[in-house]
């Protein structure tokens, strides 16, 4: 076999041992992406199942949050508009948790192996995240809107209402509800729900 045979079959393995952190084709489209990604829709099922929040409101939440792109990160800070500073914040993955929530999810669930780059570990953690907030906040898992305020503020900020201060926030919650309700359309005429 050749050099540039061998060289070319090594690239095609490293890139076959990578996760796929792209995003799906077709965003707008509930159907597609679990078409195009079922790994997601089952893992997204199984939240629903074991933490009670739709996969309509996970999958608007993950588009908001990283568009889908399992290794989403912050963008960096600069000073003088060129020297870096460090990204803006921890959050990191599909659901873009941030360190010390992951850790404290981590710790409560034992799931010390998870990844927030990982579908399955990432929807377990909103799963858990929006439980949480709802009983703490008596917010129904089905609120798009008030979970992902709560979500984005944390529990305490929602509870203070700090996202009143922020018209963008509430423009933001107000387009997460309406893609909720476009994904819970387009799933139930797909058969997916």
């Known amino acids: 076999m050749s050099k ?23 965003l707008d489209n509930a159907c597609a992406i679990v078409s ?9 099922k ?23 792109i399992g290794d989403a990160r912050t963008p960096y800070r600069f000073v003088l508009d060129v020297i870096p500073m460090g990204r803006q914040s921890s959050a ?8 010390a929530t992951w850790d404290e999810y981590l710790d409560e669930e034992g ?6 780059d990982r579908i399955e570990d990432a929807t377990d953690f909103m799963g858990w995240y929006m439980d949480k907030t709802t009983e703490s906040l008596g917010i129904s898992k089905a609120d798009a809107r ?30 997460v509800a309406a893609r909720s309700d476009t994904y819970r359309s387009q799933l139930l005429a797909c058969g997916k729900l």
């Open 46 to 68: 199984q939240t629903e199942r074991k933490w009670g929040v739709p996969v309509y409101v996970q999958m608007a939440t993950f588009y908001q949050e990283s568009k889908f």
């Open 111 to 116: 799931r010390r192996g998870a990844k927030r």
């Open 92 to 99: 990191y993955g599909y659901a873009q948790a941030l360190d």
């Open 4 to 26: 540039s045979l061998r060289a070319l079959g090594f690239c095609l393995l490293v890139a076959a041992c990578g996760g796929n952190y792209s995003a799906p084709r077709d």
């Open 146 to 175: 008030a979970q992902y305020l709560a979500y984005h503020e944390g529990r305490t900020g929602y509870a203070r209402g700090s996202y009143n201060a922020k018209p963008w926030l509430l423009r933001v919650s107000s387009q």
């Open 36 to 44: 195009e990604r079922p790994r997601y829709h089952r893992a997204m």
